[in-house]
């Protein structure tokens, strides 16, 4: 079985800020290799807590997404009781998948399309065709499968663990990369209202969407716009690559625009220090949050193949922002252009990863050393998952 190399813990650096000896990256076939996909769809994404739904978007009891989550469909609802439900999208009869909809709605229960079993929105099975004929069916038994929840920044986090790991493991990683959460929580996200949603298809192993979004030695390259807002990053240095530090707008910048121009309201609980600033965060596996005054860019990754991942992106801002109707595009356009031209990139390097002379992968320049930590966390997870 294939078996993605492993990276040292951390990296080595001299005083000249070199690293002693240079990092490769993970080998081409990581990206590639449905095996290690499955491996990874097994021992990350349905082992840890995984950010499925935005809780707004179930505005009712009723109301439904359906998201994959590693190899299963999941199905996302509230109950009448207002609290979110999560369940295995599987009817429990013969199989047939739920629901079919990526979103809807339903009055007040789920009802299976190939011989109408019927589930409430507590996943409890309510009605079956001739189930009084048929005694040795309990309608408790074969309700729907339940899945853990926990909502957290506005958002519905899901794990599909048989015995979940306490959602605190989810915040204690952030506090050990950004010292607290106290930065990421002072914007009120759960307050907040969309104002724009955007859903990319990458063509990509989703490794390489979260290494791109870790590094900034391309923004010089690639983002003309956001280096205009953002000076600094022309030099090539990340904002995360600092514990908690945010990136300061260039002086004639007015707000993180398209093109610099005055931003809207700010978004109440943003300090004084955290004002003219931008923050990129990343909540492992599969979330990347982008933090100005004015609004939060919320990314989440659905990855679906070695080769392809789904990309929602929300942008959120202040109610009164989106009540009042203000235009926003300006805004969106900015960070649009940047997922766009870091999807690109992304989108160039996928298919090179089945490339003989990438077989044994490419090297990290100091700048993006701290890719060696994502890589080390990738393999601790496969390496837990494995039979000894
Ligand atoms: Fe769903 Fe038969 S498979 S009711
Ligand atoms: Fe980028």
């Not at 759960?190 to 859903?199: A, F, M, T, Y």
Request: net charge negative.
């Amino acid at each position: 079985m294939p078996d993605p190399r492993r990276f040292p813990e951390e990296c080595p650096v001299t005083s000249t800020g070199l690293p002693e000896s240079l990092i490769t990256t993970l080998p081409g076939s990581s990206y590639t290799d449905p095996e290690i996909f499955a491996q990874e769809q097994e021992h990350i994404f349905e082992a840890m807590w995984f950010c499925a739904v935005r809780s707004a978007d179930l505005a009712r009891s009723g109301v439904f997404r359906t998201v994959q989550v590693g190899r299963e469909s999941i199905l996302v609802t509230r109950a009448r009781d207002n609290s979110v439900r999560a369940f295995f999208n599987v009817c429990r009869h013969r199989g047939a998948k739920l629901c079919t909809a990526e979103a809807g709605e339903v009055k007040r229960a789920f009802q299976c399309p190939y011989h109408a079993w019927t589930y409430d929105l507590t996943g409890k099975l309510v009605a079956a065709p001739n189930l009084t004929k048929m005694p040795d069916v309990g309608r408790t038994e074969y309700g729907l499968a339940a899945v853990a929840t926990h909502e957290w920044l506005g958002y519905v986090w899901v794990c599909l663990a048989e015995n979940p790991p306490p959602f605190d493991e989810v915040v204690r990683d952030v506090v050990a990369r950004l010292g607290d959460t106290k930065s990421i929580e002072r914007y009120g996200i759960e307050d907040l209202d969309l104002g724009r949603r955007i859903v990319y298809d990458v063509k990509a192993n989703w490794k390489l969407i979260v290494e791109n979004f870790m590094e900034c030695y391309h923004c010089a390259t690639i983002h003309p716009e956001l280096t205009e807002v953002l000076p600094e990053f022309a030099d090539g240095y990340a904002a995360q690559y600092y514990v908690g530090h945010g990136a300061e707008f260039g002086s004639e910048v007015k707000g993180f625009t398209v093109d610099g121009s005055e931003g809207l309201d700010r978004i109440p609980g943003v300090t004084e220090d955290q004002d003219r600033r931008y923050y990129a965060i990343t909540v492992r596996p599969q979330v990347f949050v982008n933090l100005v005054p004015d609004h939060v860019v919320f990314h989440r990754m659905y990855p679906v193949a070695a080769d392809r991942t789904i990309v929602e992106c929300d942008w959120l801002f202040h109610k009164h922002v989106v009540e009042s109707g203000k235009d926003v595009s300006r805004s969106v356009e900015l960070f649009d252009r940047v997922n766009r031209q870091d999807f690109d990139a992304c989108e160039r390097c996928q298919p090179a990863m089945s490339s003989r002379l990438y077989a044994k992968g490419g090297v990290l320049v100091p700048s993006e050393h701290h890719i060696g930590a994502f890589h080390a966390f990738v393999q601790e997870r496969l390496d837990a998952g494995r039979p000894r």
